[in-house]
């Protein structure tokens, strides 16, 4: 294989540019032509290819965010953005792509490579949700959790303070991975995940139980798509219920997808854009390279995409053993 692109789609995650980098790195110790693809599909239709080398990459490991950008793109899912992206890969001298992104980046590229098998695609997994089978942990996770913890534990001294009950929104419309983790390691109350059925009467008792005690300043952790609604509409349902506590909602947001990556997402970055480059040198093609017990993990796109990693029950059970 002479040259290789690679590319970010989807929403960024940190860790990203610690991938990109590590792609660049081994591409150039492999004597592999790199280039990279602006802006993901959308830049693989738009012709927007750049030469990366060693200096392209210099600086970037501790950004958050990608510096290759990242956007949705409606035209790829027709038949003629596909065969545009195709020509501009061919124009380019492209033989395979590395694909760093979550489930729609692999089904796109999934369904090109079927019409297009000349191109050899393989993806790594950047994603703040840790939703993707195949893989212990994704791109970007491990910075999310730590961000969604340092700031609950920061609004939970205002809390306390001020003897507030706070609802606490983080990120998680499919799964509940950030709220569990982030909501255990600050001390939540009650952490409400999209896995399990929220049951606001059984919360407001709760509650009611902790006032009795004098416990008047509370964290609850909700994922925004958790089956109650996210934190404004629980925080209605509950003051509904009862009046006796002041009551806040915060919703971090996208703050959590940006940020210094921890140690931890640049070396699993930089381990598996590696690994990238090394499938697509021996002729591999067509997976997802995650890590499952610390060793490299190979998952068909098609398995990564049809199956979704699900809450392990110990991780359920200690947050509710845990709350409270």
């Given amino acids: 294989m002479k040259k290789i692109a690679v590319f970010t789609s989807g929403g960024d995650s940190p860790g990203m540019n610690a991938c990109i980098r590590a792609v660049v790195r081994a591409s150039i110790h492999y004597n592999i032509g790199i280039a990279g693809i602006l802006r993901g599909y959308k830049g693989m239709i738009n012709n927007d290819f750049i030469p990366l080398n060693s200096k392209s990459v210099s600086y970037i490991l501790n950004k958050g965010g990608t510096i290759l950008g990242s956007a949705r793109s409606n035209e790829f899912r027709t038949s003629e953005g596909r065969k545009k992206a195709h020509e501009n890969l061919k ?26 098998p000349d191109i050899a695609i393989v993806g ?63 001390g939540a109350k009650a952490i409400l995940i999209p896995e399990s059925k929220t049951n606001i009467n059984e919360l407001v008792k709760q509650l009611k139980v902790n006032a009795s005690e004098k416990k008047m300043s509370n964290i609850i952790v909700v994922a925004e798509g958790d089956d109650a609604g996210g934190a404004f509409e629980i925080a209605r349902k509950v003051k509904d219920h009862i009046d006796i506590f002041d009551v806040r909602v915060t919703v971090l947001g996208h703050m959590q997808r940006g ?66």
């Fill in 259 to 324: 940020g210094s990556p921890t140690c931890m997402d640049r070396v699993l970055a930089s381990r598996l854009g590696v690994a990238a480059v090394e499938a697509l040198r021996n002729g591999e093609k067509g997976i997802m390279l995650g890590q499952l017990h610390r060793k490299i993990s190979k998952i068909p796109f098609e398995n990564a995409i049809k199956h979704h990693k699900k809450m392990s029950a110990p991780l359920e059970q200690l947050a509710k053993i845990l709350a409270y």
């Fill in 124 to 186: 790594t997994p950047g994603t703040i949700d840790n939703d993707l089978y195949g893989t212990d942990f994704t791109i970007g996770y491990d910075t999310a959790i730590n961000t969604a913890m340092q700031a609950i534990d920061k609004i939970k001294d205002t809390a306390d303070s001020h003897d507030r009950l706070f609802f606490i929104e983080v990120m998680g419309r499919d799964v509940g991975f950030i709220a569990a983790r982030s909501g255990i390691a600050a």
């Fill in 91 to 116: 124009k380019n001298g492209i033989e395979g792509i590395v694909a760093i992104g979550g489930d729609g980046t692999f089904t796109g590229a999934n369904i090109f490579m079927k019409e297009y």
